[in-house]
């Protein structure tokens, strides 16, 4: 099952990578192209992840390949994140975007418990900035009227990411992937609907 999973984001982000290219092409955004570096990175992988496991029926012994990629993707998702935000957005205070530290750093501790110290210490810290910039961009976006308020469907989106990403980590620790009755199994298939969402919240966000 995690096979279908994955070749399930394989195709989600290479259909994004497409999708993301042409409109980068036809508009010269900056902001469809870091999208488009953002699935193009994400495809990368998960598409070594999965022919690891197609030809081999086992996770990658060499995982630092597949996270070169994955990493390389929130670093793009970042980026955007600032590209889209306003400055007046990123000087907005907002003590409820303090709850993805709240969160963030007692989960980090708990991932260290159970595997690579650098990786997880990496990973959570992207999570807790994006998570951070997406809470407060939505709380912001709530406040505005007519463009900027439509800002909320990327942010909202961005934030369903990250939260699925801890959901995915959390199960992994407690049960494998490899069953359809695997908690892990149906997060990932989400994560694959929500970075599909990612292309239509971006484009509504960037038109605006």
């Known amino acids: 099952m995690e096979v279908v999973s994955n070749l399930l984001q394989a195709a989600v982000t290479l259909l994004g990578f497409g999708l993301g290219g042409i409109r980068y092409l036809k508009s010269r955004k900056q902001e469809y192209f870091l999208l488009t570096c953002f699935y193009g990175c994400f495809f990368l992988g998960s598409l070594y992840w999965t022919l690891y496991l197609l030809l081999f029926s086992e996770t990658p012994q060499v995982f630092y390949v597949s996270e070169f990629g994955w990493v390389a993707s929130v670093i793009f998702l970042s980026i955007l994140q600032?590209?889209?935000?306003?400055?007046?957005?990123?000087?907005?205070?907002c003590r409820k975007a303090l709850s993805a530290v709240l969160i963030g750093v007692p989960?980090?501790?708990f991932y260290c418990t159970f595997g690579d110290i650098l990786s997880n210490l990496l990973w959570c810290g992207m999570m807790i900035v994006v998570s951070y910039s997406s809470i407060r961009g939505l709380v912001y976006a709530r406040r505005q009227r007519g463009a900027a308020h439509n800002m909320k469907y990327?942010?909202?989106?961005v934030l369903c990411y990250a939260t699925l990403e801890y959901a995915l980590w959390t199960s992994g620790c407690f049960w494998p992937g490899d069953s359809i009755f695997s908690p892990y199994c149906w997060f990932d298939l989400l994560l694959a609907g929500c970075l599909l969402a990612l292309l239509p919240a971006t484009g509504k966000a960037v038109q605006e």
């Open 107 to 109: 989960l980090c501790i």
């Open 82 to 93: 600032y590209t889209l935000s306003s400055a007046e957005e990123r000087r907005f205070p």
């Open 154 to 157: 990327f942010h909202i989106w």
